[in-house]
Nanobody, 122 residues
Framework: QPQLVESGGGLVQPGGSLRLSCTFS????????IGWWRQGPGKEREGLSF????????TYAASVKGRFTISMDNAKNTVFLQMTSLKPEDSGTYYC???????????????WGEGTQVTVST
């Protein structure tokens, strides 16, 4: 079962930037996808961005395209989410999750991290 740990959350002002990290382990499948999800207060969990091995292909939700960038350091088993031009509505708990394959729906995710809190506020 893959293990994932998020870090990098915090408080940032509107318009600011933040970089989240997701370190994963115990993935022996040759093709897998790591995704970043967000859950705001009273909202459903939303898939934001995904990156798939082995070619590091990426997918973005419309709500973050052009503002967020996902990347992977394969040597360190770490996926990053660089977030810029942050808005108050970006606030929430950010989770990374692993899919053993290329699926990116919530039902495709096989393992989840415990999340890291991001608050965008003055």
């Amino acid at each position: 079962q893959p293990q994932l740990v998020e870090s990098g959350g915090g408080l940032v002002q509107p318009g600011g930037s933040l970089r989240l990290s997701c370190t994963f382990s115990d993935i022996t499948w040759p093709v897998y996808t790591i995704g970043w999800w967000r859950q705001g207060p009273g909202k459903e969990r939303e898939g934001l961005s995904f990156i798939s091995s082995p070619d590091n292909s990426t997918t973005y939700a419309a709500s973050v395209k052009g503002r967020f960038t996902i990347s992977m350091d394969n040597a360190k088993n770490t996926v990053f989410l660089q977030m810029t031009s942050l808005k108050p509505e970006d606030s929430g708990t950010y989770y990374c999750a692993a899919s053993l394959g290329v699926g990116i729906t919530i039902y495709d995710m096989d393992s989840w991290g415990e999340g890291t809190q991001v608050t965008v506020s003055t």
